[in-house]
C-alpha cells in the first residue's frame, strides 16, 4: 500500500499547476492532503484519474484549513473530525478505516505569530493523541499530515535561530514527544537518519532553492505496524505548493 501527504496550500490552486498529472505520475493507493482551502463543491466538478474517488472535510470558515483523501482503495468507512466540538469546525481531519489499520489525515493547527494560538495548539494536541489512542484500542493507528512542528534540531535547517518561534516551541515539540511517548513511530526516521530532509520551505530569499527548510509533514505509525514498514520518503522535487509530499509504503 503506497500512501502519499501533502499540504496543497490552495487545492484550487495547485489543479492548475499540474496536480492531476503529479497523482496519475505517483499512483498513490491513497493521497491525503491538507489545507485543502476548499468545499466539496468547489471541486465537485474535477475529473480524478480512473479509480479515485475523493472525499472532503471543509471548514465551516471559506477558504480556510481543511483536508481531502484521494483513494483508489475502497475503505470501510470515512468519518470527520475527532468528536469535539472546538476542534471540528476547521475541517482538520479525517479517519479512514481499512481492515487492519485507521489512517488518519490531519491538519494541526498552526501556533501563529506571536505564539497567539499556541494555548488551543497545546489543548488540541492533548485531544488528538486521546483520539489517536481511542482508535489504538480497536485496531493499530497511521497518521499522517501537516503537523506543523519540527520535533527535533535536525528537522529545520537553522534551529538556533528559530527557538521559540511557532513552529519550534518547547510547547509545540513537548506536543510531538506526546505522539512517541504513546508509542508512535516517526516512519521518515526508521529509514533515514541524516540532516537535510525537509517538507516545507517559506517563499521568502529562494529559502526552497536553497534547501533552508522544515521536516514538519509526516507519517507516524504504531509501533504493532513496525515490521510492515517498507520505506518512507520526501518528494521535494514536486513543486506546487511551498509544501511537498511526504510518502510511506506499507505491506
Same mark, same amino acid.
Given at each position: 500500500?503506497?500512501?502519499?501527504?501533502?499540504?496543497?496550500?490552495?487545492?484550487?490552486?495547485?489543479?492548475?499547476?499540474?496536480?492531476?498529472?503529479?497523482?496519475?505520475?505517483?499512483?498513490?493507493?491513497?493521497?491525503?492532503? =491538507?489545507?485543502?482551502?476548499?468545499?466539496?463543491?468547489?471541486?465537485? +466538478?474535477?475529473?480524478?484519474?480512473?479509480?479515485?474517488?475523493?472525499?472532503?472535510? !471543509? !471548514?465551516?470558515? %471559506?477558504?480556510?484549513?481543511? @483536508?481531502?483523501? #484521494?483513494?483508489?482503495?475502497?475503505?470501510? !468507512?470515512?468519518?470527520?473530525?475527532?468528536? #469535539?466540538?472546538?476542534?471540528? =469546525?476547521?475541517?482538520? @481531519?479525517?479517519?479512514?478505516?481499512?481492515?487492519?489499520?485507521? *489512517?488518519?489525515?490531519?491538519?494541526?493547527?498552526?501556533?501563529?505569530?506571536?505564539?497567539?494560538?499556541?494555548?488551543?495548539?497545546?489543548?488540541?494536541?492533548?485531544?488528538?493523541?486521546?483520539?489517536? &489512542?481511542?482508535?489504538? %484500542?480497536?485496531?493499530?493507528?497511521?497518521?499522517?499530515?501537516?503537523?506543523?512542528?519540527? +520535533?527535533?534540531? #535536525?528537522? *529545520? &535547517?537553522?534551529? %538556533?535561530?528559530?527557538?521559540?518561534?511557532?513552529?519550534?516551541? @518547547?510547547?509545540?515539540?513537548?506536543?510531538?514527544?506526546?505522539?512517541?511517548?504513546?508509542?508512535?513511530?516517526?516512519?521518515?526516521?526508521?529509514?533515514?537518519?541524516?540532516?537535510? +530532509?525537509? $517538507?516545507?520551505? @517559506?517563499?521568502?530569499?529562494?529559502?526552497?532553492?536553497?534547501?533552508?527548510?522544515?521536516?514538519?509533514?509526516?507519517?507516524?505509525?504504531? =509501533?504493532? *505496524?513496525?515490521?510492515?514498514? =517498507?520505506?518512507?520518503?520526501?518528494?521535494?522535487?514536486?513543486?506546487? $505548493?511551498? +509544501?511537498?509530499?511526504?510518502?510511506?509504503?506499507?505491506?
Amino acid at each position: 500500500m503506497k500512501l502519499l501527504s501533502w499540504n496543497v496550500n490552495g487545492l484550487r490552486a495547485v489543479l492548475k499547476k499540474g496536480f492531476l498529472d503529479i497523482l496519475s505520475e505517483t499512483v498513490p493507493d491513497v493521497l491525503c492532503l =491538507q489545507e485543502t482551502k476548499c468545499q466539496p463543491a468547489d471541486v465537485a +466538478h474535477v475529473d480524478w484519474p480512473e479509480g479515485y474517488t475523493a472525499h472532503f472535510s !471543509a !471548514a465551516v470558515k %471559506k477558504g480556510y484549513s481543511g @483536508t481531502g483523501i #484521494i483513494t483508489r482503495e475502497t475503505p470501510i !468507512a470515512i468519518t470527520e473530525g475527532i468528536g #469535539i466540538e472546538e476542534h471540528d =469546525q476547521e475541517g482538520r @481531519t479525517q479517519t479512514v478505516e481499512f481492515k487492519d489499520y485507521f *489512517l488518519v489525515n490531519v491538519y494541526v493547527p498552526n501556533a501563529q505569530n506571536e505564539l497567539r494560538r499556541l494555548d488551543y495548539r497545546q489543548r488540541w494536541d492533548i485531544d488528538f493523541c486521546a483520539y489517536l &489512542a481511542s482508535l489504538e %484500542k480497536r485496531k493499530p493507528v497511521i497518521f499522517c499530515g501537516d503537523l506543523n512542528v519540527a +520535533h527535533e534540531e #535536525i528537522d *529545520l &535547517a537553522r534551529p %538556533k535561530a528559530n527557538m521559540g518561534n511557532p513552529g519550534f516551541t @518547547t510547547e509545540e515539540r513537548a506536543g510531538f514527544d506526546r505522539f512517541v511517548d504513546a508509542g508512535f513511530v516517526d516512519t521518515f526516521r526508521e529509514f533515514e537518519k541524516g540532516p537535510d +530532509h525537509y $517538507s516545507w520551505w @517559506t517563499y521568502r530569499a529562494g529559502a526552497r532553492g536553497r534547501n533552508i527548510g522544515w521536516r514538519i509533514d509526516y507519517f507516524m505509525a504504531s =509501533q504493532q *505496524l513496525l515490521p510492515r514498514l =517498507q520505506r518512507a520518503w520526501i518528494n521535494p522535487e514536486i513543486m506546487g $505548493s511551498d +509544501h511537498c509530499p511526504v510518502g510511506l509504503e506499507i505491506k
